[in-house]
Structure formats: C-alpha cells, structure tokens
C-alpha cells in the first residue's frame, strides 16, 4: 500500500559545516541512500537496505523512520533541532550560514507518482556541483518548491518554552505543550482541552503496553478549594476595601463573618464552592458594570450573598441591611441576570461531586470518564469574558486552576503525549516528528518501548512520518538502527547501538561517566584512599582513626554492589589489622612466653588474628 502522499519531502542527509557549537556533523535521516561528498562535489546512490525493502525482505524498514541524536547537556542538540526545523519547514538555511557555514547541504527527496527526485539546500549553492551517475540524480531545489515544504511537529515535556522547540518557523510548526492544559492556540476552550485528556485516556486501550491507565477508576479532574479560597484570602484589594469601613459597620461585621465561614477546612458542600465562584465573579461584574463600582468587593459581597442568602443560615441575620444596600445601589437588574447565569451554571456541574481527603482537602471531583463539553469546566478554570442576557461582557471567568488526579506524572505524560501525536499525524500525515528529551517523566520500561510504541501508531493510523529524537536515553537509543544516531559533543563514532545491550550503554561515557551516583562514589573514593593512606585526611578528617575504621565499616555495609562490597571489606579487615595498636604488644608477649608453653599456644592463637610487622 502506497502511504507516502504525492509531493511529499522526506529528509535524507544533512552536513553542518559550522552552526552555533555544531562543527562538522553529518546525520542520516535515512540508510536507504548512500550520500558521497569529494570535495566540492555530491553524489547519492541507493543502498543494499533499499533494495529490500523495496522487495518486501526488509524486517527494520519501519525503524528507518527513527533517527537520534545523543550527547550531554550544552553539546549542541537543541541547536540541531532548531536547525533542522527551520530547513524543513522554509526549505533554506538560516541566513547566518552564508558567510559562517555556508558549505553546509541538506539534501531531501520529494516522492511522487512517478517515482523519487532529490533536491539539494544549502546556504551556498556555488560551493557544489551534483554528481548525476545515472542511479540517482540530484538537483538544485527551485524557489518555488520551497515554499511547499512539510510540517514539524515539537515535543518537549518538561518545558514550554524549552530550547529546540521554541523557535518559530511560521505556521508550518505544530508544537505541542507539556501540559494538557496549556492553550497553544487561540479560541480553544478549556472545557475542549479537558474533554480531549478525558478521550485521550479512554483511548489509551488502543496502546497495549499503556492500556491499563484507561482503566484506572480513580483518575478525575480536582477543582481544590484551597485555591478558591485564596483568590479571597489573598486579595489585599479587598482587605484594603474592608479595611476604610468602621469595625462596627453592619458591613465589616458581613465581610468579618464570610470570611471566617469560607476558612473552614472540614465538612465543605458543592454551594461553599458556588459561594466563592459566585463573589468572584459578582466582584468582577460590579467592575465592569456601566456604573464602574468604586467598592467592588463590597458590592460583590452583598449581590452574591443576596443571591444565595437562603442557603446559608450563617448570613441571614443581615438579610435586611443586604435588601436595603442592594436597593440603594440600584444592583437589582445585575442580582437577577446572575441569578440566570447561576442556575445554568449549578447545572453544568452537575457531575461534579465535594470530596475531601488529607492530600487535597476539600475539592471539587469529576471522574475523567464522565468528562464532556458541557462540564461547566470554562465557567471556572476559563479566564475569558462571558456574556449575559442582553448584556455583552458581563464578567471574566476566575481562572482556577484544575488538577488531575489519580494519575502519575508519567501517566498523564504519556496520555497526553501520544495521543497529541495521533491527532497532529491525523491533520498533516506528512509531518516531520521533532521529540526532545521525549523520556522525561517516563519509566525506564516506557523509555524501552517508546520506538515501538511510536511504530505501532504509525502502523494503526497508516503514516510515515520521520521522527528524530534528541534523548539522553540509552533505553532509546537501543532501537536506533546502526547509522541513524549522531553524537554529538564527542569525536568517537556511535556504532553497533541497535539491539545493544541497555546496561553496557549506560556504561558508555556518552552518557555517563560513572556508573554509581557520584555522591556514592566521592564517599568510596575517599574511603579507598584511606585504607591506602592511614594519615589521608578526605575521610572523616576530624575523627580518631578507631573512629574513622568504624565509620569505614558503616559506609562498607551500605554499598549495594556486591563485588564491590566484598572486595572493600577485604581490604578493610586487612588494612585493620595491619594498623592495629595492638599488634606490637601481642608481639612482644609471643617473645617473652617462651618459657610457658601454654600462655606461648593462646597468644599464638590471638596472633594468628593479626598480621603483625616484625621490627
């Protein structure tokens, strides 16, 4: 089946002569081409991994789409991301690599009907000429194809604005947030971001290795009270309001009242959260209101608490000092219009149930199954204007912050990740995939199993996208095909990765240059330099050497390697009795016990403990 659409450009080589900390780097994108360059001069044949899997005898072809880039942090990686990016989605260099760089070349092939045609980039086109030698030819790219090029899409998960994935190329880069609730595109409703995580995680049946997060019964999405609470404890607008009435105002004496009824932490209801969503937006109401309050928050106060007075017996004795400010203030028509808007609300959230346990405290809950578009979820955790009847921008949503909950970081991660993938593969199928660090917040296993896992959904939705990873992973790197990893930051080459064994890689200086966390190994360090030197002062240096063999031992009987552990014991019980005190003295009694044999065999026998210097 034929998946590569008509036209489509796919990446086949890049040399970087010189870019920011990028110095004479190649990379391939695909080992089906073989790319020469002699001099000035560039060639491309096919390749034996060509030829099988175009006769159906390639069993990796599918890994081909995978690429990796690997070094330490500072190495360059994120610069080759963004050059990367830019090239594909603008089909030219950046214009700084015309002087510095400019021998650099990007050469790329357009699939069409017809068959395959490969193209040359490069910050300077008079620095080649194309070797055409009848197995492929390769030309220079026209203006005009350039402007045609394919979509990236940017990954990072721990960071938003994360080098390598910041860089705008224009409309032709999809980036996704690390969090699912961050809004990258205008007009997208929170309500929509909610119920996309809650399909997302329902679909994750579909991944095997991850199906089991579909079935998790206490995944839910929290609004915590603890943050509704603090849009009000926190103000110092409104303390500062209260704060220029008299302590005996029937007002003060309200505010004094609400406050202490919403400080509560324990056996909290749905309407203490209406409370404060309702003073809340009420505030924000009076505000911009035509008649611009001057105390915002009083006004508030009174047409929320005027509004909900006969559910909270705790505010009825000042039902009539409420009445009468309302009237006086002219708030009749505002009362009524947010009466409206409440019922509306108090039935989008419905489905959302108080709950309370020593982690959250008193939240709000919503389980993600139950998760739909009409959740009321804007209403709260929104930060755009709503309208009312006949009255346009009436007031701003709060803005809480909503939590998922039930769900690790990871999980929510991999929720969120790969089905973001699916549905930017599903809008533009010829996507390149951009994933830097992609392994952060996932386990070790889903590390292993993040290429296959990647593969599987290319095979489920019938695409082809090329993937490059930027990982400091070795649980990644073990299923990049042999060719298809540049590391970068080091001279050694990167071969024999595919299929490597994971722990002699994490081994490899590429990725660490110890294989014990160094604070584990600065302690052994230094306590092997004391069993070679009694007098060393890195170890315990203010403590007596009896003192120093006995923290010696402790340290010893927590090494987890058992090797390790053994060989350091040895060599500590005979650097002890090497520099026991007590050596000299049981040697002098052995001299002097000469003439008593049975005192001569039990200090034979003490001595025997020891290795004793003979003076």
Request: hydrophobic share 40%; net charge negative.
């Amino acid at each position: 089946m034929e998946l590569i659409a008509d036209g489509q450009f796919k990446l086949v080589y890049l040399w970087v002569e010189e870019y920011k900390n990028i110095i004479d780097k190649s990379l391939h994108f695909s080992l089906n081409y073989d790319v020469k360059r002699n001099d000035k001069e560039i060639s491309i044949e096919r390749t034996d991994f060509f030829q099988y899997s175009t006769q159906l005898k390639n069993p990796v072809r599918h890994l081909d789409f995978f690429t990796a880039l690997i070094g330490k942090n500072g190495t360059g990686k994120s610069n080759l991301i963004e050059l990367i990016s830019y090239i594909y989605t603008t089909g030219f260099f950046p214009k700084e690599m015309g002087q510095v760089g400019a021998n650099s070349f990007c050469i790329l092939e357009q699939m069409t009907n017809q068959g395959s045609q490969f193209y040359l980039l490069s910050p300077s086109y008079t620095s080649y000429s194309l070797k055409n030698n009848g197995i492929q030819d390769l030309a220079f790219i026209p203006r005009e194809l350039a402007k045609s090029f394919g979509q990236t899409v940017l990954y990072h998960p721990l960071s938003d604005v994360a080098a390598g994935t910041s860089s705008s190329t224009g409309l032709t880069s999809l980036k996704i947030s690390s969090n699912p609730f961050k809004k990258l595109i205008t007009g997208v409703s929170d309500s929509e971001l909610a119920k996309r995580f809650s399909d997302s995680a329902k679909d994750m049946t579909d991944i095997s290795k991850l199906a089991y997060i579909s079935e998790n019964q206490f995944s839910r999405l929290l609004f915590l009270y603890s943050d509704f609470k603090e849009n009000i404890t926190e103000n110092v607008d409104l303390h500062y309001e209260f704060e220029g009435f008299s302590k005996n105002t029937s007002y003060v004496k309200l505010y004094n009242e609400f406050i202490l009824y919403i400080s509560r932490k324990n056996d909290l209801i749905k309407d203490d959260f209406i409370l404060i969503y309702l003073f809340l937006i009420s505030v924000s109401a009076v505000q911009s209101d035509i008649k611009k309050s001057i105390v915002p928050h009083l006004d508030g106060l009174m047409i929320c608490l005027k509004i909900l007075l006969t559910r909270f017996k705790v505010f009825q004795p000042f039902e009539k000092d409420i009445n009468k400010y309302i009237e006086r203030q002219g708030w009749d028509k505002l009362v009524d219009k947010l009466s409206l808007h409440l019922k509306g609300f108090e039935l989008s959230i419905d489905s959302f149930e108080a709950g309370f346990n020593d982690v959250h405290g008193s939240h709000l809950f919503i389980e993600l199954a139950n998760v739909d578009d009409g959740n009321g979820i804007d209403f709260i955790c929104g930060t755009g204007w709503v309208d009312l009847p006949n009255l346009k921008r009436a007031f701003q949503a709060p803005g809480l912050p909503i939590k998922i909950d039930g769900l690790s970081s990871g999980e929510v991660t991999a929720v969120h990740f790969f089905n973001e993938i699916k549905l930017a593969l599903i809008q533009e199928p010829n996507s390149v995939v951009i994933l830097d660090e992609p392994e952060n917040s996932f386990h070790p296993e889903w590390q292993r199993c993040l290429v296959y896992l990647l593969s599987s959904l290319f095979l489920e939705l019938k695409v082809e996208p090329q993937v490059i990873i930027s990982s400091h992973s070795p649980f990644v790197l073990s299923d990049i095909l042999d060719g298809k990893a540049l590391a970068l930051g080091n001279n050694r080459s990167l071969n024999d990765s595919f299929a490597a064994n994971i722990h002699e890689m994490l081994a490899d200086s590429f990725f660490l240059e110890s294989t014990i966390g160094e604070a584990a190994k600065i302690e052994i360090e230094r306590l092997v330099g004391f069993i070679n030197d009694h007098k060393s002062e890195s170890f315990l240096p203010d403590a007596s050497f009896e003192d120093k063999l006995l923290g010696a031992e402790l340290l010893v009987s927590h090494i987890g390697d058992r090797l390790l552990r053994k060989e350091l014991k040895k060599r500590l019980v005979s650097f002890s009795q090497k520099n026991n005190v007590d050596s000299a003295m049981i040697t002098k009694l052995v001299r002097y016990s000469q003439s008593n044999p049975d005192l001569k065999n039990k200090l034979e026998d003490l001595q025997a403990l020891f290795i004793v210097d003979e003076e």
